[in-house]
């Protein structure tokens, strides 16, 4: 059920700069998901269809980049996708190892239709 | 159709309420506790011989995220006040249930809010609540792969509690393969092995309380 909450945060945050520029109409956003906050799943357009509704963003797309998180090998230097198995560098065996990467969690863009350049009559 | 470039937090508007939540706590000289776990992972229990320990030292006050009154009615019975956030379902507590429930305790005669979230490993470490510290309780039967299949949820402690200790020598737990996860997804973390059961290791996971309630409370005066 977090998907209402979350995308009442989204819709919000993708009015307000569709807004600033002068967009009439949203049709898609890009969100970006690291593998450590991936509270989000495929059920949240469903949720998005019924908070959108009745605002330019209406019908528009969610569009998910997900990122597997990474991890860093202290030892050796090298960088790998986290396993849920184990957290050993796969190169020098070392369980000296850190997240690199994973808890990304954003609005990354939103593609718009902006509002015709001159609506003056000729 | 053109793109306009965003980049911004997803959860920005959480956030900013889970802000005044804190400065409501830090102007009182609160501490808070976020308390997480799986269901049946011990939250209740954990909770209750804490709030048992400390109540005669401590002004405590509990807030219950949950669908029914059981573990409230539980609590309350330690005769310290508690307040049920009727969470209808929800998987987790967010900021705007927890920043709405405030006036529902008497907050000027509470030294320690311990606030339980709802029963889940995954959803409620994505919500800032407000409070100063997160504790996850983990718990032996559950098995040592937690830290590798739910990262998030230790990534965002400030404290573990593996509960259920007394059990271990009844399964199969690794606690070194359990505590390497746990190290790797954040460093340096606190963590006591404990059980509400028996008791077995909470003189220091208590004492370790303590001290953080002194400190708050030195520092919310003015």
């Known amino acids: 059920m977090h998907e209402l909450g979350v995308t009442q945060q989204l819709l919000k945050i993708a009015l ?3 807004n600033e520029a002068e967009a009439v109409r949203i049709n898609q956003l890009t969100i970006v998901i690291g593998e450590l906050s991936s509270i989000v799943d495929d059920s949240v357009q469903f949720y998005w269809d019924i ?72 | 159709m053109s793109k306009v ?68 009615d539980h609590i309350a019975e330690l005769g310290v006040p508690v307040s049920l956030i009727n969470t209808g379902g929800n998987c987790h507590l967010d900021a705007n249930m927890v920043h709405s429930a405030l006036p529902s305790l008497d907050l000027d005669a509470i030294d320690l809010l311990i606030i339980e979230n709802v029963g889940n490993l995954i959803c409620p470490a994505a919500f800032k609540l407000g409070v100063h510290l997160n504790v996850v309780i983990a718990s032996v039967p559950e098995g040592d792969d937690k830290p590798y299949k739910y990262p998030a949820m230790f990534r965002g402690a400030d404290v573990l509690l593996l ?21 790797v997804l954040n460093p340096g973390l606190t963590f006591f092995q404990v059980s509400a059961t028996t008791g077995e290791g909470f003189d220091a996971w208590l004492a370790w309380l303590r001290d953080k309630i002194k400190e708050r409370s030195s520092a919310g005066q003015p």
């Not at chain 1, 908070?51 to 991890?71: D, E, H």
């Not at chain 2, 799986?38 to 011989?49: E, L, Y």
């Open chain 1, 16 to 18: 307000q700069y569709a």
């Open chain 1, 51 to 122: 908070v959108s509704k009745g605002s330019i963003a209406q019908g528009s797309t969610l569009c998910f980049k997900r990122l597997s998180a990474s991890l860093h090998c202290d030892a050796c230097g090298h960088e790998f996708p986290l396993n849920r198995l184990e957290y050993i560098c796969p190169e020098c065996g070392s369980d000296r190892v850190s997240v690199a990467s994973g808890d990304e969690f954003f609005l990354e863009s939103i593609d718009v239709d902006l509002e015709p350049e001159s609506t003056e009559q000729a």
């Open chain 2, 5 to 72: 470039p965003i980049v911004e937090n997803i959860m920005s508007a959480n956030d900013q309420i889970a802000a005044k939540t804190r400065q409501q706590f830090d102007e009182l000289g609160i501490l808070a506790l976020n308390v997480m776990a799986s269901p049946g992972g011990g939250k209740t229990s954990v909770i209750m011989r804490t709030v048992e320990s400390l109540k005669n030292e401590a002004r405590i006050g509990v807030m219950d995220g949950d669908m029914v009154t059981i573990d409230a």
């Open chain 2, 163 to 183: 509960n259920k200790i007394d059990l271990k020598p009844y399964l199969q737990f690794d606690v070194d393969y359990f505590q390497h996860g746990v190290e």
